[in-house]
């Protein structure tokens, strides 16, 4: 007696064949996909081909391609000669097109054609959400995260990258010069052998004269660094010492529910520059005339603080601790207290340093405050090297003055940790090590939406179940 599950005979000829639609249970996610693309205006978000040509053979609906790629990143399989070989294999595949099966380079080109009409089928799915009241708490956590690009780090030059690599060019060519001046010495040596250097030699010049039109390449380009295989994509930092090239990715999430509001691809390295535009783009999103958002202390900026409770949004951020005085030993500007009733600042000796004149500094209106006892109080040494201690005040610090002592009241950064990071930590771990597949900042932004897009249906699944977001989806 036999004790496993035994399959079917591959010869058995099947009377009544099954449908596709009896492979697919009504809870599976095709089936939101399907839904979902079926209910889209595809004229007005602007995608190309909805009204086919009266000559030429038939082409593909925008809806079959778009559903292959909105399942294709569904479930980690991004990549148009993929798509391809699934399409011809795949059951949900099969279901969801009608058994077509489009070639990659009709594939590719959709994607790479339609990229304003995709971000905006990912923007359609957060109005969705709105309109569903999954937004009712007006709080957003911005983060952004380092993405590869198709650009190796070698080829990708820098200034610090040029000087470092020039240096050890010249050094070799030193090398080789002083092995020949070794050889000539020597009564014997083989040809081979200073024929082998002196190729190297010249090997060694021609990298170097290449470098030298690379440095000039680089100096004359307006970031300071160019990249060879994607032009779009920038050296980065990262958490890792290595670094790599790729672009910023911005993304702010709502802390109930965790969904992806917004989102932006930038090859601007600084997080800092994002924060209003974020925060502005996650409260329109959002549908909210108020919105707390809360970020890391690398978005810190007086600029941008202000410029977002301008815009009705109240930004949270740690101001970072980078103060000259508190590194050399002395008291920072954090222990000056402000007195606002008397607009005066009190020093850790009890004096008070009065208010003096204001100036402009990088488009800034600063207070300046000092006190004249500077020179007789003990203190000194641990507060300045100067004659007397200097204090500015920006002009409007009373709004990061306020944010600050909110922010101690709260635990906002464990709740941005828990909320924003998870996202990027999905979506990178579903495109794998090499994370972008197409080049330049307009296709990584589709790429990016599409991929925000997949991650905001499978959360709506988890939330909701399959059944009823299908239901909500053709109610709205």
């Not at 995260?145 to 690599?165: C, H, Q, S, W």
């Not at 990715?249 to 930038?266: N, P, R």
């Not at 809360?294 to 603080?305: K, L, M, P, T």
């Not at 610090?397 to 306020?402: C, G, T, Y």
Request: charged content about 30%; glycine content about 6%.
């Amino acid at each position: 007696m036999r004790r496993f599950v035994e399959g079917e005979d591959r010869n058995q000829q099947a009377l009544l064949p099954a449908s596709l639609e009896d492979y697919i249970d009504e809870e599976n996610s095709v089936r939101v996909v399907d839904a979902f693309i079926d209910e889209l205006n595809l004229i007005e978000l602007g995608f190309d081909g909805v009204k086919p040509k009266a000559t030429g053979r038939p082409a593909y609906h925008p809806s079959t391609l778009l559903k292959i790629y909105l399942y294709g990143y569904l479930n980690s399989i991004q990549s148009s000669r993929r798509l391809e070989r699934e399409a011809r294999r795949n059951v949900e595949l099969m279901w969801l097109t009608g058994r077509l099966a489009p070639d990659f380079k009709t594939i590719a080109d959709f994607r790479k054609d339609n990229g304003p009409a995709i971000q905006a089928v990912c923007a359609q799915f957060v109005d969705l959400c709105r309109e569903l009241g999954l937004f009712v708490r007006a709080i957003a956590a911005i983060d952004g995260a380092r993405f590869k690009a198709v650009n190796a780090r070698i080829k990708n030059f820098t200034k610090g990258k040029l000087k470092r690599r020039i240096d050890q060019v010249e050094a070799s060519i030193t090398h080789y010069l002083n092995a020949l001046d070794n050889a000539d010495r020597e009564e014997v040596v083989a040809e081979e052998k200073v024929a082998s250097m002196q190729e190297k030699l010249a090997g060694m010049k021609a990298k170097l004269a290449e470098l030298k039109l690379r440095e000039a390449e680089v100096l004359a380009s307006p970031h300071h660094q160019v990249s060879l295989t994607d032009p779009d994509s920038r050296s980065m930092a990262t958490s890792h010492d290595i670094g790599m090239v790729g672009y910023n990715v911005q993304s702010a999430v709502d802390t109930e529910h965790h969904l992806i509001v917004s989102h932006e691809v930038s090859n601007i390295v600084s997080d800092k520059a994002h924060l209003s535009r974020q925060a502005a783009k996650a409260k329109t999103a959002m549908g909210r005339d108020t919105l707390d958002v809360y970020a890391d202390r690398g978005y810190f900026s007086g600029v941008e603080i202000v410029a977002c409770k301008a815009n009705g949004v109240t930004a949270f951020a740690p101001k970072p601790l980078t103060s000259n005085s508190r590194a050399a030993g002395r008291y920072g500007k954090d222990e000056f207290t402000y007195i606002a009733s008397e607009n005066v600042y009190r020093c850790p000796a009890g004096e008070r340093l009065t208010y003096r004149f204001e100036n402009v500094e990088d488009g800034r209106t600063l207070h300046s405050y000092w006190t004249t006892k500077c020179e007789t109080c003990h203190l000194k040494p641990r507060c300045t090297t100067g004659n007397m201690r200097r204090v500015k005040r920006w002009e409007h610090e009373s709004v990061i003055d306020e944010m600050l002592d909110q922010l101690g009241k709260r635990d906002a950064m464990t709740i941005r940790r828990r909320t924003v990071e998870h996202p990027f930590g999905t979506i990178k771990a579903w495109m794998g090590a090499t994370h972008f597949l197409m080049k330049g900042l307009k296709n990584v932004q589709t790429e990016m939406s599409l991929s925000v897009l997949a991650y905001n249906i499978k959360r709506m699944i988890a939330i909701m179940g399959a059944k009823q977001l299908i239901a909500a989806i053709k109610a709205a």
